[in-house]
């Protein structure tokens, strides 16, 4: 089956996670322990579940001229991402998060170094937007500088925009371009940040699906998602799963969700079946899970949906 083509935009990032050997951590000393490394980044783990389950996908990103960087165009490359678009930063570092963890599994403390994505050229990603297929669709993370994000929301023509705030704290970049935006994924709280409340769930999705996206994810970890469409709002089940690391499960989400828009699904199906994407993810040790494939997805949505035909 012929999907439509996506690009993505944003953070292409090194992950470091550290344990301790011990329990309890030992301040202001060196502690025994256990340091792993990963590619990260929302907009690049978005790219990479999209380019396993078979969508023709490319990103762009800024990287430096390091050991980490090389790393990241490699290893994305073999997994299918097209990097042509993703440039070094003569004298930049790759940008990377570090997390240390105590022994009992408590974040002692994390460590985002992302500087380098401010220097990201909104008019380089205004002109990869423009040169790219009309009918595709387009995803941006607000690891993005303001300026550039305002970019991709002027350059994006008649192209679907979905996007994902990263965080609480990036949240505010989105905001500017929210008109923009067809497509808004985000967590319990950020849409509280977003919408200034602390409402119970159903409420802030009512309040969502009365703003300016007309249609998005409020993400509920274990209790599934609310989507909102035309000014409804509808559950999302979570499918059954035995979780083994959750980190991971929200890209696989959006990943999942554009891929069967890729495919013409519509919105609250594509996102029904994505669940089966989420749900094969926090299963596996990997942010990214590598032998993810759409007909995995698709096996493991009509498990719970045993009477829904689908084309694959």
Same mark, same amino acid.
């Given at each position: 089956?012929?999907? =439509? ?64 960087? =090389? ?13 042509? $678009? ?9 940008? $990377?998060?570090?997390?240390? +963890? ?15 994505? #401010? ?12 040169? +790219? ?5 387009? +995803? ?6 303001? !300026? ?18 990263? $965080? ?16 808004? +994924?985000?967590?319990?709280?950020? !849409? ?6 602390? #409402? ?14 007309? =249609? ?6 274990? =209790? ?29 989400? !959006? ?9 013409? #699904? ?47």
């Amino acid at each position: 089956m012929a999907y =439509r083509p996506v690009l993505c935009a944003g953070g292409c990032v090194i992950d470091r996670v550290g344990e301790t050997a011990d329990a309890k951590e030992r301040l202001y000393t060196s502690n025994i322990g256990t340091m792993r490394t990963s590619l990260g980044g929302v907009a690049r783990n978005v790219a990479e579940n999209l380019a396993r389950l078979g969508v023709d996908v490319g990103l762009v990103s800024l990287i430096g001229d390091d050991l980490e960087g =090389r790393r990241v165009v490699e290893e994305s490359s073999r997994a299918g991402i097209d990097m042509t $678009s993703v440039t070094t930063a003569s004298g930049g570092t790759t940008a $990377s998060y570090t997390a240390i +963890f105590s022994g009992e599994g408590e974040l002692v403390i994390g460590l985002a170094d992302m500087a380098i994505f #401010d220097r990201i050229a909104p008019d380089a990603i205004a002109r990869r937007i423009t040169a +790219f297929a009309p009918d595709g669709f387009l +995803f941006a993370d607000a690891n993005l500088p303001p !300026a550039a994000l305002q970019a991709v929301a002027e350059a994006k023509g008649a192209r679907p925009l979905a996007c994902v705030p990263v $965080s609480v704290q990036k949240l505010a970049k989105l905001v500017p371009i929210l008109a923009a935006i067809d497509i808004l +994924f985000l967590n319990l709280y950020e !849409a509280r940040a977003l919408l200034g409340s602390e #409402d119970e769930v159903e409420d802030l999705a009512a309040r969502l699906s009365a703003g300016p996206v007309p =249609r998005g994810l409020l993400t509920l970890g274990p =209790r599934g998602a609310l989507a909102w469409e035309g000014g409804k709002v509808t559950p999302i089940a979570a499918l059954p799963c035995r979780p083994t690391n959750v980190n991971g499960a929200g890209d696989a989400l !959006a990943g999942g969700t554009l891929a069967r828009l890729a495919a013409g #699904d519509t919105f609250l199906t594509a996102a029904r079946r994505a669940m089966a994407a989420a749900a094969l993810t926090v299963e596996s040790p990997q942010t990214v899970r590598s032998d993810l494939t759409m007909q995995a997805v698709l096996a493991r949505h009509t498990l719970s949906h045993p009477l829904e035909t689908i084309e694959p």
